[in-house]
């Protein structure tokens, strides 16, 4: 019981510091100026990393967090975010941000020992072991989805939503699989996320964002989903199969692999900015950004649904994972001709 006043505090603490923090932000000009590519009409500042997640780690720390075990996701946070609220203020350049990244992902692979061992047993021939390749496999997964959620961070509460609903199947598998410490470290972040997207996601009170994530709460939420995924699913006391893993991240993993995939068949570097993502296909298609959102969102909750529910009712891995590859070539088709997507979704919302 007293941790989860930990996480009630959590949340109004961030309700009540962003209005004071977003005040301090403006008259500092820390703001994200509309423009290019960007729908938002007025400077928006980009605040909502530095707030939550200070609060996440002080809560943590008053709930009775075991800092010899989280010491290196938290030393990892704290990199990314200085790294992403100077990349919010002025634009650091792309290899600058892959070597912190980078750094971050080391710290928590290797003394934080988040490590992928093992995918379960994906193709039905027993268990894939990584041996050698795990360190390098590890780090590669942490720097993905980093990227991925920083990556659809495109619409008014997208990122902070899908985040949200990532984290609460997490949750639950901790709640049936009796992982306590992590459902409430989870539980306070999710509080936490959820005092921030009362000012960022587009309900009857709020016609549009007031704040902003910033690259410093999109990478940083990224961060700590790596950490519990792969904490989670591995050995010694895993809560959920490498392959529920899989469909609950899959809507931003895959999204930044078509992505990265479409771009360099473009020739392009596969972090060029562009309007390709699949909301703004959705945008394209006649969806408001509420709607575009809460249909992302739906998505993740099936997702999530298919993954870890199939897993608990007896569908084998492998054929979950098939589904999941199959998925993917949709996505990755879809990404490199978009248009008759559109057009179809087009009809459907007229």
Known sequence: MGSLWVAFLAFFVVLAAIPAVRRVAVAADFVDQPGGRKTHKDAVP???????FPVFIGMSI????????????????????????VDDHAQIQAWIKFMIQFVAAFLI???????????????????????????????????LLINAINLIDGLDGLAGGKSFVMLGWLMIACGIGGAQECFILIG???????GFLVYNMRHPFRRQASVFLGDAGSMALGLVLAW??????????????PVSVAWIVALPVIDACGQFFRRM???????????GHFHHHLIAAGLS?????????FIGVVFGAIGYGGVLIGIP???LMIGWLGLWAVHMALSLKPEGFVRRLSQLTK
Request: with cysteine; charged share 10%; proline share 7%.
């Open 62 to 85: 008053l709930a009775g967090v075991n800092l010899v075990i989280y010491w290196p996701l938290f030393a990892a946070l704290a990199l990314v975010l200085v790294m992403g609220a």
């Open 317 to 319: 891995e492998s054929a």
């Open 188 to 194: 306070i972040l999710e509080a936490a996320l959820l």
């Open 46 to 52: 980009p605040i909502g990393g530095i707030v939550i």
């Open 289 to 297: 950004v509420g709607k575009a959102t809460a249909l992302i969102l």
């Open 228 to 241: 519990y995924v792969i904490t989670l699913s591995q050995e010694p006391n895993p809560v959920l199969a």
């Open 265 to 275: 068949k473009e020739g392009r570097h596969p972090f060029d900015p562009d309007r």
């Open 109 to 143: 692979v290797l003394p934080g020992g988040a490590q992928v061992f093992h995918l379960g047993d994906m193709f039905g021939f027993g268990v894939v072991e990584l041996g050698f390749l795990s360190i390098p496999f590890s780090v590669f997964c942490v720097v």
